[in-house]
């Protein structure tokens, strides 16, 4: 059975920093591209940011600079490092595993930037 735990949402000030986390089991970690998407209050599921299994990471144009994407193969978890919060990052993060046909996702954290 596929598991993706997310951890490490709250609540936070504009402009400071979250790390989340995504415990994965019941994959082959290092084989899967993992990513992290969110979708905030009225708006539609959006990608943030994808690690592929070769380690390749890209990101969404509103995150660059600001966020970072990254794995520990050996705990099999993915990270996400969330620096310069703004509110628009307000949004439930999902994290995602990724290797055709398979797609599966986690239940979400809630990240709220906010003063």
């Known amino acids: 059975q596929v598991q993706l735990v997310e951890s490490g949402g709250g609540l936070v000030q504009p402009g400071g920093s979250l790390r989340l986390a995504c415990a994965a089991s019941?994959?082959?970690?290092?084989?899967?591209?993992m990513a992290w998407y969110r979708q905030g209050p009225g708006k539609q599921r959006e990608l943030v940011a994808r690690?592929?299994?070769?380690?390749?990471?890209n990101y969404a144009d509103p995150v660059k600079g600001r966020f970072t994407i990254s794995r520990d193969i050996a705990k099999n978890t993915v990270y996400l490092q969330m620096n310069s919060l703004k509110p628009e990052d307000t949004a439930v993060y999902y994290c995602?595993?990724?290797?055709?046909?398979?797609?599966?996702w986690g239940q979400g954290t809630q990240v709220t930037v906010s003063s």
């Open positions: 690690i592929s299994s070769g380690g390749i990471t």
């Open positions: 019941g994959i082959m970690f290092s084989t899967y591209a």
């Open positions: 995602t595993a990724q290797r055709a046909p398979n797609y599966y």
